[in-house]
């Protein structure tokens, strides 16, 4: 007989920091909402050793959010986000690469034609192991409709994890400019996964693309983590 239980969620999970989130206070006075590219081309100068690194990528940065986290300001040609003094940068890292991030601390970068300032102070967070994660960017391709991509995606997620997803939803499509080419990407939420293929996800991402903000995963906000108790 084989029989396979669901995980027991009474027994506490420990979440492992081999990847974290780090995060960076900074000053800007303006900020593209296009900005992901040349963020990226300024870390990368920062940090050479991070195109080699699994499992690392750059969050694009967000202020005003809505619905639960699900989209960001609406893109339009010239729009731009007004970054607060609670406004930070965060990065996805191996643990063992932190120290090596103390670099970009008091380090003034120019991203889209505007200067930012990133601060000391940086703080350091461990992945959630949520039963519901969604990605804003993950790589697709302009011609992709939305059962190729979900397929795609279910099938990755099998390679990456041997899980079989049961529950995703894509949402809506945007599209990241770089100096070479129009990067399309779609929304990703995956719904009802267990501890370890959650962390797993959120580890590694999907679909590349991860200095360019795609394919890092968040915990859905207003969805309990598979630890709670409340």
Known sequence: MFWEEDEDKS???EIPDDIVDISFPIKCKKLSIDHIASLSESIQVLLPWCCSERGFAIHPIHVAETGNGWQRPEDREGAYLWPSR???MSLRVPQARVDDCNILEGQTIEVAGDQLTIKSGYRTKKLSNASVIFARQVLSSEDEDENTFLQRM????????E???RKMICGMSHKIKTIDEIITTRHL?????????SIKIQQIGLGGKGLLGCGIF??????????STE
């Open 86 to 88: 609670r406004t930070r």
């Open 154 to 161: 279910h099938e990755e997620i099998f390679d990456l994890t």
């Open 11 to 13: 027994i506490p999970y």
């Open 189 to 197: 939420m995956i719904a009802d996964l267990e501890s370890i293929p």
């Open 163 to 165: 899980v079989r997803v």
């Open 218 to 227: 968040l915990p859905h906000k207003g969805i309990k983590s598979l630890n």
